[in-house]
């Protein structure tokens, strides 16, 4: 049966052994029988063979790529804007995509508001502004998300057709500067981990200062004042989507 040893310990005899637990049943462990099974499942759902990883690389293919849809979106919208006023002689531009003081009683004021950021007044005024859209907006736009940035888009519209009817009623305002500086500022934060980046301090040194210079000394058509207003949005928009969502909702 079983035996007492000088160490006082019981020996069994290999019959009357207690039957040993299987790993799953023991406490204090996890064990899921199905992760293999899952593993297997999702690698035969993505194609892939026992012998390769899960992080395949994606291959290239001469497919066209919607990679950046809030970005190219306005892009073509205000490319469609541009061909539009030049085929109107000017006419909505003026009355639906550029802002100035009007009554509140006019439904077109509201789409003016939002509209501005969509109008241009020559290509080089155009190209000048989707050429650093294009380049800076797509990566902003993957690491904040599509809904994200477009919001802040919209709310840079809305910040500098307001401030340019409060503060400059006798012009009008039209373009994406204003977008072009909030996403350039919202660029310059990258990295951002709780601190002040010192490539945002460049960056507003140089653009902020070569906007009051502008203001100061040089007297032409450029709204500087709104470039220095998208950025500050853009500035904004940047530290508080980095922040964690606890404190953003604190």
């Known amino acids: 049966m079983f035996n007492f040893t000088e160490r006082g310990e019981w020996l069994y005899s290999r019959a009357e052994r207690p039957a040993e637990k299987p790993v799953e049943n ?3 462990v996890c064990y ?9 499942g999702l690698r035969q759902r993505c194609g892939l063979r026992k012998d390769e990883t899960l992080t395949k690389k994606p291959k290239f293919t ?22 539009l006023g030049q085929w109107t002689g000017g006419w909505t531009t ?6 100035y003081r009007s009554s509140l009683k006019d439904p077109l004021f509201y789409v003016r508001l939002f509209g501005h950021v969509l109008g241009h007044a020559s290509w080089d005024h155009f190209l000048n ?13 993957e690491k904040y998300g599509s809904k994200p940035l477009l919001c802040g888009m919209v709310f840079t519209a809305l910040v500098t057709g307001v401030l340019q009817c409060v503060l400059f009623p006798r012009t009008g ?7 072009v500086f909030m996403l350039i500022m919202l660029s310059s934060l990258a990295g951002f981990s709780g601190g002040i980046p010192v490539t945002m301090l460049l960056v507003a040194a140089l653009y902020f200062g070569q906007q009051v210079y502008d203001i100061l000394l040089v007297h032409d058509n450029v ?13 904004a928009f ?10 953003r909702r604190r």
């Open 26 to 28: 023991l406490p204090g």
């Open 32 to 40: 899921n029988k199905s992760v293999k099974t899952k593993l297997k």
């Open 62 to 83: 001469l497919q066209l790529q919607y990679n950046s849809p809030v970005i190219l979106t306005f892009f073509l919208l205000s490319l469609g804007v541009l061909f």
């Open 94 to 99: 003026t009355h639906l995509f550029c802002v």
């Open 129 to 141: 502004n989707m050429l650093l859209l294009l380049v800076v907006g797509p990566p902003m736009e």
């Open 173 to 179: 305002l039209l373009g994406a500067s204003g977008i």
């Open 223 to 235: 709204a500087n004042f709104m470039h220095i207003v998208g950025g500050l949005c853009g500035t």
């Open 238 to 247: 940047g530290y508080y989507f980095s922040l964690p969502r606890r404190k």
